[in-house]
Nanobody
Framework: QVHVAESGGGSVHPGGSLRLSCAVS????????MAWFRQTPGQEREGVAG?????????YYADDVKGRFTIAERNPKNTLGLQMNDLKPEDTATYFC?????????????????????WGQGTQVTVSS
């Protein structure tokens, strides 16, 4: 069994900051790729930030969050934190943490698109004046 849990969401004013945390509990013997996605009602889920551990590891960010969001903590099969600075109203969404073994997340090109095997239930981020 694999369980993914997110926390850290909340309501902030534009320009504010939040730090999201993701914790994965698993007995899977393989390392995981991990990423944050977000979704608003009626919209497709989109990748925000993720980590690909193969080949030394690398971080990937969606264009709209580069320079504002940073993966603050990373431990495959354990945690993935997301520091969110200079938040904008368009960042309002439910944020989901996703995890996958390297057999699924076999290329950095799929870090922010999936597929992913395991998902959390989401944590709400609201940015409004």
């Amino acid at each position: 069994q694999v369980h993914v849990a997110e926390s850290g969401g909340g309501s902030v004013h534009p320009g504010g900051s939040l730090r999201l945390s993701c914790a994965v509990s698993t007995d899977d013997p393989y390392y995981y790729c991990m990423a944050w996605f977000r979704q608003t009602p009626g919209q497709e889920r989109e990748g925000v930030a993720g980590f690909y551990s193969s080949g030394g590891g690398a971080y990937y960010y969606a264009d709209d969050v580069k320079g504002r969001f940073t993966i603050a903590e990373r431990n495959p099969k354990n945690t993935l934190g997301l520091q969110m600075n200079d938040l904008k109203p368009e960042d309002t969404a439910t944020y989901f943490c996703a995890a996958a073994p390297h057999t699924t997340c076999a290329s950095w090109r799929s870090v922010l698109t999936g597929p992913y095997d395991y998902w959390g239930q989401g944590t709400q981020v609201t940015v409004s004046s």
